[in-house]
């Protein structure tokens, strides 16, 4: 590496359905690194991305599922900037969600990848230098999670019945995607207390070689 040239901080990605855990297991390895740089990058309050996210929560606003799926693929391009400036600066940049979300939109609309396959490659291969870190939780875990919740996203408002559903879908594309990735990491987060997750978390992260020596 050239002089005066800074290495690329880790990237690690944290995937999982909604009250998987996510946010809490995020929060215990920013604490358990504190002698890092730690920067996470979610989707709903970066300013690049604050007004792609706001279209998609609206509450009197339904677009065909078609440009409901292409505002999220332009929402994470956006993001793969954020994380790029942010792997320059931070030890560790954590990307809360990634690809196998985004590919689970298009189940949840009913809407063929085949015409974004494209885009999603580019993503995918953008993603594949991450680790991916999986909240593993079962649905009726998840949601007690989110009806103990004071706030919802629009889909946890349609209800158990319609997000028993989705959860099946998304566990499906995750299996899918943890057998194409290469550094996939699956963390109970229902029967492991938040410590002990969250030391299989910084566990995972030194293994890979994420600077944390």
Not at 93 to 103: H, K, M, P, Q
Not at 127 to 154: M, N, P, Y
Not at 174 to 192: K, S
Request: proline fraction near 2%; charge should be negative; aromatic fraction near 6%.
């Amino acid at each position: 590496m050239p002089e005066g040239e800074r290495s690329l901080g880790g990237f690690v990605t944290f995937e999982g359905y909604d009250g998987a855990g996510k946010s809490s297991l995020i929060n215990g390895v920013r604490e358990m690194l504190t002698d890092k740089s730690v920067r996470v990058v979610g989707r709903k309050n970066e300013p690049e991305l604050v007004d792609i996210s706001r279209v998609l929560e609206r509450e009197d606003l339904r677009h065909h599922g078609n440009v409901e799926v292409l505002l999220r693929i332009a929402l994470e391009i956006e993001r793969e900037s954020i994380i790029s400036r942010s792997r320059l600066n931070n030890d560790i940049t954590i990307c809360d969600r990634g690809v196998a979300s985004l590919i689970s939109w298009f189940d949840y609309l009913g809407v063929p990848r085949d015409p974004c396959e494209r885009l999603l490659q580019g993503l995918m291969d953008y993603h594949s230098s991450a680790l991916t870190v999986v909240c593993a939780a079962d649905f009726d875990t998840c949601w007690k999670r989110i009806s103990s919740r004071g706030e919802q996203s629009r889909k946890e408002k349609l209800g158990k019945d319609v997000n028993s559903k989705y959860f099946t879908m998304y566990e499906a594309n995750i299996l899918r995607y943890a057998e194409t990735a290469a550094n996939v990491v699956f963390v109970d987060t229902v029967d492991l207390n938040l410590a002990e997750s969250t030391s299989h978390v910084v566990q995972a992260l030194q293994s890979h070689g994420l600077g944390l020596s």
